[in-house]
């Protein structure tokens, strides 16, 4: 029935009937409003007291359950879905093949879930469409389908809706896809809105409502808009104006500095692959990339230090401050914390941390944190979901992260401040306990396995890395502030006893599973094993005093000896930084800050036993005179021993 049937009907002659015929149909401002009127005169009565216009052009479209189970049932959703993602591969193969051309007049409008129940405007068919079955079949009809299931269909009184929960889901699906590819490698944790998606992804594929569209690449929606997804032209230019062609050492000069880096630097902190780097120099990469380029160049600075050749030495200034600054100043730093999923970034970042720490440790401590987060941000900070089998790529960055974290750890420590990453935050595996040149060997061997009986040139670094464990966690403890202790209760002389008990109980169940090739022995024969073992010894007596210092000074030292725990670590360390000293001069660096704590500690007990008016131990200003020469030895190329040398010698004197 139409429109004016309807209406005639209701303004019919005023003849009495047998029986009232109540109408079925309601205005379309009465439907929108959900009211009743009684029609008169051609109008409703709500329409006649408030002087709407009271039409019926929605008044045919009834959709009841029944039909729309009928429609469900004839057309399956995944038949829906299916016919929907084939449309869409063929308009965006269309606009692929004829970008410039406007067929909108041609196949209508873009449907969306707004607007695919208006009415289209009339389609101007070419003169091919005109022949062709499907148009046969629909010329007929005034306006095409509204749809895209009904193209070809002569019925076109009642369309009924698509399932409007499947096109969210396929326009989910969609984004989830476009967003993986927005850029490789970023890392997204639970708290995340991509996290948000996912998880209703995985709640509609549970209830079977999602078809895999892992084989329908076609764009659904057009949602990633370039202009704020991709880096734009203007951008390039401005970084194209930054990035200078490197310069980088003779080739007589370069090939010394980077042995001097592997014989000094990579025997404790294997940042690097010696075998790939060293294939990577010979093939000339770093004069055709930019990032192994600079890695090449940190190499060159952090080796510098350890060179003698007055070539190292910024030129125009006499200062042995400035080994290897020439190289290091043409890094872009700025530039180089950008997402991506290249290992030379991170390795960069790594180095220049390094380099930093003899010159600003401050400094140092802020390119440290940037750089952690640019490694979050690739999720190298956590295990991956799999068991994938190792690869040099995993293994760099592994590396390259790890040793960032023990760089923050230490400085944090340092500097008295919060560390940029905490334990409980990532669940990343140590690196591979294995040397460089057991990673692919030639002979057949397992990958990635160190032979047995043979002592692995990592496990320094390893062990290390463990005891850097143990230093976050008493940063976040015993050396919390005031508010944080308040907060987690971690007050009163009971709670000092049992931290004190476990972290002393810690540090022992370290000790004991050290390898016997690191535990400290002045004789031992091989130089790498004798110098690592003298930097983990080291850095175990700095963590007792670290452990013990904040109740050096308590009320409570007549229970806790903890001075005299923290003095017997210091003289220890001072006797094993004066052995490395003597035999390997200026080889172990790192360690300025073991000499400093340890003189300082002993300091203090001098000052207390003046205090209290007991004898001072004799041997406490021999050690002292010890971290004393070991800083002295440094500051020659190193500014930041230097300065803690000055202040040490204030309070000496």
Not at 135 to 162: D, F, M, R, Y
Not at 252 to 261: F, G, H, K, R, T
Request: proline share 6%; glycine share 6%.
């Amino acid at each position: 029935m139409s429109s004016s049937d309807s209406g005639q009907e209701a303004s019919g002659s005023h003849k009495p009937a047998t029986k009232k015929r109540r109408t079925n149909l309601a205005c379309d401002m009465c439907k929108k409003r959900k009211s009743d009127g009684k029609i008169a005169s051609g109008k409703c009565s709500n329409c006649k007291e408030y002087k709407w216009n009271c039409t019926y052009d929605n008044a045919g479209k009834v959709r009841t359950i029944q039909s729309l189970l009928k429609y469900t049932q004839k057309y399956p959703p995944g038949y829906i879905m299916a016919l929907q993602t084939k449309v869409d591969k063929l308009e965006a193969l269309l606009r692929e093949l004829h970008p410039d051309e406007d067929f909108t007049a041609r196949v209508g409008t873009t449907l969306t879930r707004t607007n695919w129940m208006r009415k289209a405007p009339a389609i101007a068919q070419s003169p091919a469409a005109l022949h062709s079955p499907v148009a046969s079949q629909s010329s007929s009809a005034a306006a095409p389908s509204p749809h895209p299931l009904l193209t070809g269909n002569t019925t076109t009184s009642t369309a009924e809706p698509v399932n409007d929960e499947n096109d969210v889901v396929v326009k989910l699906n969609k984004l989830s896809e476009k967003l993986k590819q927005t850029h490789i490698g970023n890392f997204y944790g639970r708290s995340s809105n991509k996290a948000l998606i996912m998880s209703a992804l995985a709640l509609d594929k549970e209830l079977g409502s999602v078809p895999n569209l892992e084989s329908a690449p076609g764009e659904l929606i057009d949602i990633l808009r370039p202009e704020f997804w991709e880096e734009q032209p203007w951008e390039n230019k401005f970084n194209e104006t930054m990035l200078r062609p490197y310069r980088f050492p003779e080739p007589d000069l370069l090939a010394q500095l980077v042995e001097l880096y592997f014989d000094n630097i990579h025997v404790h902190f294997p940042i690097l692959h010696q075998p790939s780097f060293r294939q990577d120099l010979k093939e000339q990469l770093h004069l055709s990339s930019r990032d192994f380029g600079a890695v090449v160049l940190l190499v060159c600075a952090t080796g510098a230090r350890f060179c003698n050749d007055p070539r190292v030495i910024l030129p125009g200034s006499d200062s042995e401050h400035s080994a290897g600054y020439e190289w290091f100043s043409q890094v872009q730093f700025a530039y180089t914390i950008t997402p991506s999923a290249d290992a030379s970034l991170l390795q960069a970042l790594a180095l220049g941390v390094l380099y930093l720490q003899g010159k600003s440790e401050i400094t140092a401590w802020n390119l440290c944190g940037a750089a952690i987060r640019l490694a979050q941000n690739l999720g190298i900070h956590r295990k991956p979901a799999y068991d994938a089998e190792p690869s040099i790529k995993d293994e760099l960055f592994k590396r390259s992260f790890w040793t960032l974290l023990l760089f923050d750890r230490h400085m944090s420590s340092n500097l008295g401040r919060a560390c940029a990453i905490v334990d409980d935050d990532l669940d990343l595996d140590f690196p591979a306990d294995c040397d460089d040149i057991y990673w692919e060997p030639s002979d057949g061997s397992p990958a990635f396995k160190q032979p047995e009986g043979r002592p692995s040139y990592i496990s320094a670094f390893i062990w290390t890395l463990k005891l850097s464990q143990i230093l976050g966690s008493a940063l976040r403890t015993l050396h919390a502030s005031n508010k944080t202790k308040a907060h987690h209760g971690f007050t009163g002389p009971e709670w000092e006893h049992r931290a004190i008990a476990f972290y002393d109980s810690t540090l022992n169940q370290w000790l004991e599973s050290v390898p016997e090739y690191l535990r400290w022995d002045p004789n031992i024969g091989d130089p790498v094993l004798y110098k690592q073992a003298a930097s983990v010894s080291a850095r175990f007596y700095e963590m007792q005093i670290i452990i013990h210092r904040p109740f050096i000074a308590s009320q409570q030292s007549s229970v806790l000896p903890s001075l005299a725990v923290c003095s017997n670590a210091a003289r220890s360390c001072s006797r094993v930084l004066q052995t490395v000293n003597q035999r390997f001069p200026g080889s172990v660096p790192q360690l300025y800050t073991c000499a400093f704590t340890s003189g300082a500690v002993l300091l203090f007990n001098m000052g207390s036993a003046r205090r209290l008016r007991t004898q001072v131990n004799p041997e406490d200003l021999g050690a002292i005179q010890i971290c004393m020469g070991f800083l002295k030895s440094l500051e020659a190329r190193y500014q930041s021993p230097g300065r803690v040398w000055c202040v040490a010698h204030e309070l000496l004197c």
